[in-house]
């Protein structure tokens, strides 16, 4: 039996490892169903991918890097990154690539947890699920999708086989992913169809390459990067009441709309491109390319409805057919019911998708009453939009960590998690996620926010910052 077991080599899975293993705890597995380290950073090989967080955020708090080649990474020099960390902290010998969870369940007689994996049973005291929100694809309810005769994939399982040079592309979705992959694909696509089911909001990237300089200082000096990093945390921070008070909000949207018809030049476009909603309440984005690539002459910002796919194309509800020959669809993941939660079984045999309806609830967004020894990291409500996760995901490695140590057995108490989720459903009543008059992937399908944290940062750290024992009951 090991110690530790972790689900996932991502950011989360990656971070706790190391972390177990500096406190002496190295009697740990990893389960990672890729063939590589790197999570989402590995899966999204899309053209464009990167952070839209700047690099010294957007990394270990103890493994900063000195050598990112721009503001903002991207995807390649994140998942080298990653790979170098766990290389560097002797976390890849711990991981078993090509390994998946297929069930997960808490034996409660011998008081440990067995995880039958594609490639064998695996038993350990303490299950940390490093898994993430941005791991598995959805696919969009569209009546005649597996009809296309063409090529099709979705966005985070790009198919590099294909070739887009000249064709007629379509992308369904405007979110994260298809802001920094369309404008790539209409530099060698025919032609390219967006469709848009609800505009983006757009602040401007900003991004340049980092100079000679700066990466000289950073690795001489490790003290300018940790200031850089901490100057760019509070900065960030800053942006909170966009999301918190409905006045800075209001005003923030007027500017952006101010620099959107600046833009776009085009009137009709610039109001295809509004969003109908405040400004936070989805993802807020960051792009320099994606304006103009609407304006671009091989690019059409569709906004009627679809009505169904065809061997063809797609047809709007308008009636106009749109011919393709290769669909994309950029439209996101199951962040509020994740997959992996349908393979995890607690002490009654009861899943955690099961206790999690018909809203997910952690106490800290890390611990479920229930499930002994088990501990969620970026579990329900520990999503931001306003700061980087990786203070996220540092604080509740922090947080874990303190309780494994503890030795215990470790069940949260029911009434600590209830008070807990209460707090945050309180706070969740004066944000923009709740009154912004949108849809988003924060909110699950009976209409709770159960994926975002509704505050700063900063405080989410404070709260972890130190393992209540008293949250949870006494099991012998």
Not at 198 to 215: E, N, V
Not at 260 to 289: E, N, T, W
Request: charged fraction near 20%.
């Amino acid at each position: 039996m090991h110690a530790v077991a972790i689900l996932g080599a991502g950011f989360s899975g990656i971070g706790m490892a190391v972390r177990l293993l500096q406190a002496g705890i190295d009697d740990i597995v990893v389960i990672e169903r890729g063939d590589q380290v790197g999570g989402t950073w590995r899966d999204n090989t899309f053209p464009g991918a990167a952070c839209d967080i700047p690099s010294d955020l957007y990394s270990f708090s103890f493994a900063p890097n000195p050598d990112w080649t721009r503001v903002f990474p991207p995807q390649g020099e994140i998942l080298a990154y990653l790979r170098g960390v766990a290389d560097r902290f002797g976390v890849t010998p711990t991981i078993r690539f090509g390994t998946e969870l297929q069930r997960a369940d808490w034996d409660e007689g011998d008081r440990m947890w067995r995880l039958s994996t594609s490639t064998g049973e695996v038993t350990a005291r303490y299950f940390v699920s490093a898994s993430g929100p941005f791991v598995d694809p959805t696919w969009p309810a569209i009546d005649g999708l597996e009809t296309f005769a063409g090529a099709r994939f979705h966005s985070a399982r790009w198919d590099h086989s294909v070739e887009l040079a000249g064709k007629r592309v379509a992308v369904i979705g405007t979110g994260a992913s298809a802001i920094q992959l369309v404008p790539e694909v209409r530099k060698v696509a025919a032609h390219v169809d967006v469709f848009q089911r609800s505009a983006p909001w757009i602040l401007p990237r900003l991004d340049h390459g980092t100079s000679r300089l700066r990466r000289a200082a950073f690795r001489r000096f490790p003290v300018l990067q940790r200031f850089s990093r901490g100057f760019t945390f509070r900065t960030y921070e800053l942006r909170w009441p966009v999301f918190a008070v409905p006045l800075v909000g209001a005003v923030a949207g007027a500017g952006l709309g101010v620099l959107r018809r600046i833009l776009l030049r085009d009137p009709d476009l610039a109001r295809r491109a509004a969003p109908g909603y405040r400004v936070g309440c989805k993802r807020i984005l960051i792009s320099d390319d994606w304006y103009p690539a609407l304006r671009a002459g091989n690019l059409d910002l569709v906004k009627s409805p679809i009505e169904r796919v065809t061997a063809s194309g797609v047809v709007t509800a308008d009636g106009v057919a749109h011919p393709a020959d290769v669909l994309i669809c950029a439209t996101g993941f199951a962040v509020t019911a994740p997959v992996v939660a349908a393979r995890i079984h607690g002490r009654s045999g009861q899943s955690l998708a099961a206790a999690w309806a018909p809203h997910a609830s952690a106490l800290r967004g890390t611990a479920v009453a229930g499930f002994p020894n088990l501990f969620l990291l970026l579990g329900p409500n520990t999503t931001l939009a306003h700061n980087s996760m990786i203070g996220m995901i540092e604080a509740q490695i922090g947080y874990v960590l303190q309780a494994i140590q503890s030795g215990a057995l470790l069940d949260p108490r029911p009434e600590a998690v209830a008070a807990y989720d209460a707090t945050i459903q309180d706070a969740m009543a004066g944000v923009v996620w709740t009154t912004g008059g949108c849809s988003s992937y924060y909110v699950d399908a009976a209409g709770r926010n159960t994926a975002a944290w509704p505050h700063g940062a900063a405080r989410f750290a404070r709260e972890l910052r130190r393992f209540d024992r008293a949250e949870y009951a006494d099991l012998v």
